[in-house]
């Protein structure tokens, strides 16, 4: 269970944190690119995926987006607590920018604080509902709850929405035999 929690906590961390850096093509939604995901190999995925986290990072305001890089670093150099401060700003300066909760949410996760990384969880999906790394995130808080049929669940609408993120496939497959279904 232990080797369970550690990688699911990197699985969530990576998730939750991850911004690309190239830019979406002229004119390109992001309805198009989650269109685009369904059909897409594995290595246009993981471009449209880049595409996709590098649009929801952008807040319309410099320095919000300044405040949730910030918050990202601190997060990456282990002062969470500085991170915490970092995303809360960004949260009082545009409370309907979901990459602030959703970092947020890991920056509390990796604390322990399983409350308020499940509230800032639960606003970027109300902002977000895409939000595929925070519903991972969910995810594998569930599973550290006991509640797998629950997590099973969401890991099948991500994969739904999101069909190429290796860790939910795998998450599938094992809680699926967990739970007694066969492999596929």
Same mark, same amino acid.
């Given at each position: 269970m232990a080797t369970i929690k550690h990688s699911g906590k990197c699985i969530v961390a990576a998730g939750l944190m991850s911004v690309g850096f190239s830019l979406p093509l002229y004119g390109e939604s992001v309805d198009d690119m989650f269109a685009a995901l369904q059909s897409a190999n594995s290595e246009e995925a993981a471009r449209i995926q880049e595409r996709i986290i590098n649009d929801w990072a952008k807040s319309g305001s410099p320095s919000v987006d300044l405040l949730l890089q910030r918050g990202e670093e601190a997060i990456d150099n282990g002062n969470l607590p500085a991170a915490v401060?970092?995303?809360?700003?960004?949260?009082?300066?545009?409370?309907?920018?979901?990459?602030? *909760?959703?970092?947020? &949410?890991? &920056?509390? *996760? +990796?604390?322990?604080? *399983? $409350?308020?990384?499940?509230?800032?969880?639960?606003?970027?999906?109300?902002?977000?509902?895409?939000?595929?790394?925070?519903?991972? $995130?969910?995810?594998?808080?569930?599973?550290?709850?006991?509640?797998?049929?629950?997590? =099973?669940? =969401? *890991?099948?609408?991500?994969? #739904?929405?999101?069909?190429? +993120?290796?860790?939910?496939? #795998?998450?599938?497959?094992? +809680?699926?035999? !967990? !739970? $007694? $279904?066969?492999? !596929?």
């Open positions: 401060e970092h995303l809360t700003a960004a949260i009082d300066h545009a409370p309907q920018f979901a990459a602030a *909760y959703n970092a947020r &949410a890991t &920056a509390y *996760y +990796l604390q322990g604080y *399983y $409350g308020p990384a499940l509230d800032d969880i639960r606003q970027t999906l109300v902002l977000n509902p895409r939000h595929f790394y925070a519903m991972a $995130g969910f995810a594998v808080m569930l599973e550290e709850f006991g509640r797998q049929e629950e997590a =099973l669940e =969401l *890991y099948r609408q991500i994969d #739904s929405i999101h069909p190429h +993120l290796p860790e939910v496939d #795998s998450s599938i497959v094992r +809680l699926d035999l !967990l !739970l $007694g $279904g066969e492999p !596929l």
